[in-house]
Nanobody, 122 residues
């Protein structure tokens, strides 16, 4: 079992930045992936970024390239999502997830955090 706890969300003005954290506990994260997704009211959960825990290779949704940066600290078993130049359309609940492979589909992730709200005001 893996437990994931997100933090770092909040209310921020457009153009601002946030750093979301995802603390993992339980089974080791070696040879695994951590992904970030977001969901707005009335919309499906959307892939944002993912990172291979072992070698740090990253993948991003086209809509966030250049503004979002995913990273991890293996020693702390914590993943991060740095969000810069925030836009009102980035408003959503952001979830981190753990899986065995790097993937954009939510169905490839077995463990999910409770989510953290990000609200961007214009």
């Amino acid at each position: 079992q893996v437990q994931l706890v997100e933090s770092g969300g909040g209310l921020v003005q457009a153009g601002g930045s946030l750093r979301l954290s995802c603390a993992a506990s339980g089974r080791t994260f070696s040879n695994a992936a951590m992904g970030w997704f977001r969901q707005s009211p009335g919309k499906e959960r959307e892939f944002v970024a993912t990172i291979s825990w072992s070698d740090g290779i990253t993948y991003y949704a086209d809509s966030v390239k250049g503004r979002f940066t995913i990273s991890r600290d293996s020693a702390k078993n914590t993943g991060y999502l740095q969000i810069d130049s925030l836009k009102p359309e980035d408003t959503a609940v952001y979830y981190c997830a753990a899986g065995n492979v790097v993937a954009a589909s939510p169905s490839r992730y077995f463990y999910w955090g409770q989510g953290t709200q990000v609200t961007v005001s214009s």
